[in-house]
């Protein structure tokens, strides 16, 4: 396979891998037997969002903006934005899609019900989404909206806004910007903490903030140790993506095709492992084993069975 593939899924439960890219189509196909369950290609663009459900149902998004709620007999639902897709994401029981002018477009997770909050009026980079509590980020500025009404609720202008997240049940947010991470709540900084280059992933797990970068290390934000700052280091390796189990395990994607993995507790855990992507675009990380979507198709990396693996590095 060498298709650019954008987008990566896996359901546990039936052994499902879903994935898109640049051919235009989704493809559902059992791991395990390689059998293809299922092939979406009605799309007029790359498919750039792909994610399960449930078992039986899928969402899939292409980069001109339209949405498809799927099964693998067919289609249930489809929406068009005439917007391209520049971030999607699904959070809770809503769909989020912010687009490349600025919008974003709040859905039911059967595509039937939007709200579509303005106020933005570049790319949207990053978007959290909790109890009607819309959070945005473009290059230059950060904006929350109640997405019942609408309404702008604050925002402020920042410089190279690049990555976002926020602490759930919290408006304790989390924002990379140029040579800076700010953590905030309700327009007051809790903490200014200064990189080395460009923050370009954010990820709250378990009383941390991960950051990845264009640095060579990441940056572990302890919230109740007073904003307390751990680095590990990588060496020179850039992280493009982080991926977390939501207790002390991440992945993440590297500028050099890499996948790393280790535990936030131990800097020593820290392993990098070789795949054929050259560059990846998405991953997906569960049950011990990473799917990762790249620039020649996809890999899957077992992490409970290495032995078959070119380990790169271990700190």
Request: glycine share 8%; aromatic share 10%; proline share 1%.
């Amino acid at each position: 396979m060498d298709d650019e593939i954008y987008c990566i899924d896996f359901y546990a439960s039936t052994r499902i891998l879903l994935y898109g890219g640049k051919n235009n189509k989704c493809i559902a196909m059992n791991v395990d037997t390689g059998d293809v369950v299922a092939v979406v290609e009605d799309f007029d663009d790359s498919v750039v969002f792909c994610k399960f459900l449930d078992s039986e149902k899928f969402i899939v998004g292409s980069l001109d903006g339209t949405i498809s709620l799927m099964t693998f007999e067919g289609e249930i639902n489809n929406v068009c934005l005439n917007e391209d897709i520049a971030r999607m994401k699904i959070i809770g029981d809503k769909v989020v899609v912010g687009t490349e002018v600025g919008n974003i477009h709040v859905f039911s997770l059967d595509l039937c019900f939007q709200n579509v909050c303005i106020g933005q009026h570049s790319e949207i980079l990053d978007m959290c989404y909790e109890n009607g509590k819309l959070y945005t980020l473009t290059a230059d500025s950060f904006v929350m909206f109640d997405s019942n009404t609408h309404q702008k609720l604050t925002g402020f202008k920042i410089k190279n806004g690049l990555c976002l997240d926020k602490i759930p049940e919290s408006d304790v947010i989390c924002i990379g910007s140029e040579n800076m991470v700010v953590i905030s709540k309700n327009m007051n900084i809790l903490a200014k903490i200064e990189v080395e280059g460009l923050p370009l992933c954010a990820l709250y797990m378990n009383n941390y903030f991960v950051i990845g970068g264009c640095f060579e290390y990441i940056l572990l934000v302890n919230i109740p140790m007073g904003m307390r700052v751990f680095k590990i280091p990588l060496g020179t390796i850039e992280v493009w993506d982080i991926r977390g189990d939501g207790l002390n395990q991440i992945v993440f994607s590297t500028s050099c095709g890499l996948v790393g993995h280790g535990d936030i507790r131990d800097e020593k855990s820290f392993k990098l492992f070789k795949t054929d992507l050259r560059s990846i675009f998405d991953l997906c990380f569960k049950d011990q084993v990473v799917y990762a979507a790249g620039e020649n198709g996809y890999n899957v990396i077992d992490l409970c069975d290495t032995d078959g693996l070119e380990c790169i590095g271990q700190r």
